[in-house]
Structures are given as C-alpha cells and as structure tokens.
C-alpha cells in the first residue's frame, strides 16, 4: 500500500467509526467523551438541539444525562427517529427516562433519594450488556426522578435494591437504558459496560489510537495547507508543542513558531523552552518583550483587566513578527476539545468564569486562516500524541501554566520587584517537588503573591514583608481538581527555604481548597 493509500485509508477509518454523544447538559458529558477514547474509540459531542445532519459516519450513539427531569415542562426533546432502531442506542440517566417517558413508560419522583454508589442485585442472564459484569457490581445513580414503568417493549436488565429499573433494552431494537452513570470512577465495571454496548453490540472497531491520530492528521494539514506558510505562538506548553510538532512533520520549513517572553515566565524558562525547542528542528523566533508587557500592565489590578492588557500586547508583538514573514496565510492554535465543547454547549457558550487566552484567535486586522490539529483531543491524549511523536516526555510532563503567566499570580498590580519575588518562590517550590521526586504526582503547582503583608521577626528585628501561597491540585483535565496532600516535611523544608532565600517574604500559607468551589488559579 502506497504512502498516499495508508492517508486515505487512516482518515476513511477514522469517518466511518464514530460515536455521537448527545449532550443534554450533564456534568459528565465530557467524562461519557473520555471513557469512550479510553477504549481507542473516536467520539464527538453534540448539543441534543443540533443533531448532525447526517448520520452515515455514526455506529452508535449515547445519549447522555441532565440536569432537567422529563416530567418538566422544559425538558430536553430531541427528535430521535433518525436514531432509533438504525443505530444502536444507549441511554444514560435522563436518556433512559426520556426514552421511557416518551415511550409509554412512566417516570415519577423517586421516593428516596438516589444518588451516590448502589449495587447491581438482579443482572438478567445472558445479556450482551452486562457481559464479564457480576451480581453486586457497584454503580453510581444521580438522579431525582426514577423510571417505574418500562417503555413500551421494554425488558428489564438489571436493578438495585431501590432502584427496580436500574437497566432496560428495548425488545427488536438495539435501544438500551440505563439509569446509572458507567462514565464515571464509583462504577466499577463501567468502562465494561461501555465496552460491551460499542464493541460487541454496536461493532464499533477500536481504530482511535495515537498512531492513527498522527497519521490522520498529517494528511490532513498537508492537503489543506499545501504550500502556504502557517504561524504559531508557541508558550513552552503541552498543546503548543505538540500542535508544532504535528505541523512540522505535516509542511517542514512552511511553520513559523514565535515564543514571546512577556515578563512572567518562571524563572529562566524563556531560555530553557528555547534551547528544548533548538533540538526538536522546529523553526523558532525567540522574542524578550518583557519591558512592553509590564509597562502595559503598570497600575492595572483588575484580573479581566490584567488579562485584556497582555492579550492586546500579546496581539501586537506577534502582529510585529507575523509582518516580518512573508505571505502567511494560517494562524495555528493549541486549542483542545474542551475549549470547543464549551463554546456549543446545551446553552451556548459557558458562563465567563473568567477570559480563556486560547480561544478567539487574533483580531480580523490579522486576516489569517485558523488551523487547529488539536481540536479534537481532550489533554490526556495530546500527551499520548506527544509521545507518539517522540517528544521528550520531561517537555511532555510539564504542569500546564497560564497564558497570562506570573500576571495571574501575582494579586493586585503588578511591577518588576513582584515578579522578581514571584519567580523566585516558584523556582523553589518547583524544583522541590522535582527533588522530592513529587512533580509527576501532581498535576499542576505554583505559587502566588498575596496582596497583603505579615508582621515577622528576623534575628532581632521586626519584619513587615510579604505573604506567598502555594499551591498543588491533581486532576486529569483541569475541569475539577483536588489539593494534594504533600508531606508536611517537604512543606515545612520549602517554607523555610523561601523565607531564608527570598528577600521581601515572610510567611507561607498552603492553599487546601478544592476545584469546585475554588478554581485552581486565585484570578
């Protein structure tokens, strides 16, 4: 088989095996999204109120849960009948009440409440379903309403001891509901149930692997960028790296990677990221505009504020440099799957939190094409990606960082001493974690200055200087996190070491808030 072939056949696998995910407004749809590619298999949510316009690519589909109850006269009401019985079907939570409701079932308000971890207590024989899956297997209900009649055809797999209709299928159709969450870790066999509905029910070929990905996409940016030239902000993270190693492989000497120092890395890393990306051959423009970014921020200490004030010197610097490259045609973006699902979600584009530095490109003055080739991965996979293509996993490994840097950490306005100070806090907690061999056990670390000073003694005299938290979550995506437990030795050896070392703070306070209600950055 040719080169051209093997392109054609990587990306005619990855149209013809895809899961839909209906998205109703649940909190673990993008879990549904992650369990599904766990098993190698490619899958994309849609808003249950914008169903694709052809479901020919489709094997299965999934239809997920909701905050809403279907007796509400609001409740989510999509048209199914491009669905049912043409593709295998299996409904979560408020899938499995809507489809009993709608379906001459009935669904009330459950007597108790039923949301945490149950067990399976009655799983019917031989049911491709519940296959490898056991009596007692625990499982994790969230949910007000519960179903007390089947839908119409409607045969009982499985139930808890409060919960009679924990699981259905619909008699001559491959339509399955269930009224517990597989997607998530208290299910145990959840991943086996999600297994057996899409490999061996549906026929779902398990094709979505690292190797395919690499392979789709680099035919992918060859045709559809050719011989143009593409420009990309490179940050010295994950995602931008492995967007510019896709690239490189995809048009060689056609990318263009700028690397902005704005002043609020830590410390040293403008020179180390650019020595890291001196040996991967990718074509690197270093930039120090670190005395603009601070003048523009001098006085402001609104978050959004500071935010806005590096993005537009963020956009100026690298409209500067793009000039200075003739004839581009595309701006490549690290952007990954999340950032997308938030911006066509059930209700449109989430709730501003605060701004994301990723999303929304440059401004129209710039008239540049976008090309993001990870759009469609969630962060675990862009590291799988990245080690697929050799990436050295200490790059790989790194924390994610904020794109406003240092600005975001240091609360209230922002000058050259209170980066200085800042840089010098975090190299010590960063390259403790490392020492103390923690780093790779926790998902993101920093420190930030607060706003506030502490009385202190030092030998004799009485100090009047600064307050730093440190912080360390682990998580998977960012999207809720917990803090990490770190041994009070390493604590204590760190606080000792910042006070001793870094003139301007005496006092180090532990942040132990978790994600939800705290986010994992203060602003």
Known sequence: MTEKEQDANSVDLHMQNNVLILDFGSQYTQLIARRVRELNIYCE??????????????????????????????APHPDLTKIRKKLPLLAVCYGAQYLAHFNGGKVEASEIREYGRANLS?????????DKITENSQVWMSHSDTIKELPENGVRLASTP??????????????YGIQFHPEVYHSTDGKQLLENFLVHIA??????????????????LKEKIGDDKVVLGLSGGVDSTVAAVLLHKAIGKNLYCIFVNNGLLRKGEFESVLDQYKHMGLNVKGVD?????????????????????????????????????????????????????????VNGPSATIKSHHNVGGLPDFMKLKIVEPLRMLFKDEVRRVGAELEIDSELLGRHPFPGPGLAIRILGDITEEKVRILQEVDHIFIQGLKDWMLYDKVWQAGAILLPVSSVGVMGDERTYEKVVALRAVESTDGMTADWVNL???????????IINRVKGVNRVVYDISSKPPATIEWE
């Open 45 to 74: 949510i849609h808003p249950f109120n914008n169903l694709p316009e052809d479901f020919s690519s489709y094997k299965a589909v999934i239809l997920s849960g909701s905050p809403f109850s279907v007796r509400g006269e609001d």
């Open 122 to 130: 009655v799983i019917k024989d031989k049911e491709a379903l519940f």
């Open 162 to 175: 409060d919960v009679l209709n924990a699981a259905f299928r619909i008699d001559g159709e491959e339509t």
């Open 203 to 220: 026929g779902v070929e398990q094709s979505w692997t690292p190797e395919a990905f690499v392979d789709m996409t680099v035919a992918e």
């Open 289 to 345: 505009a670190s005395a603009r970014f601070l003048d523009a921020l001098a006085g402001i200490s609104d978050p959004e504020e500071k935010r806005k004030a590096i993005g537009n010197s963020f956009i100026e610097v690298f409209d500067d440099e793009a000039h200075q490259i003739t004839d581009v045609t595309y701006l490549a973006q690290g952007t990954i799957y999340p950032d997308v699902i938030e911006s066509i979600s």
């Open 487 to 497: 041994p009070y030795d390493f604590l204590q050896k760190t606080s000792n070491t």
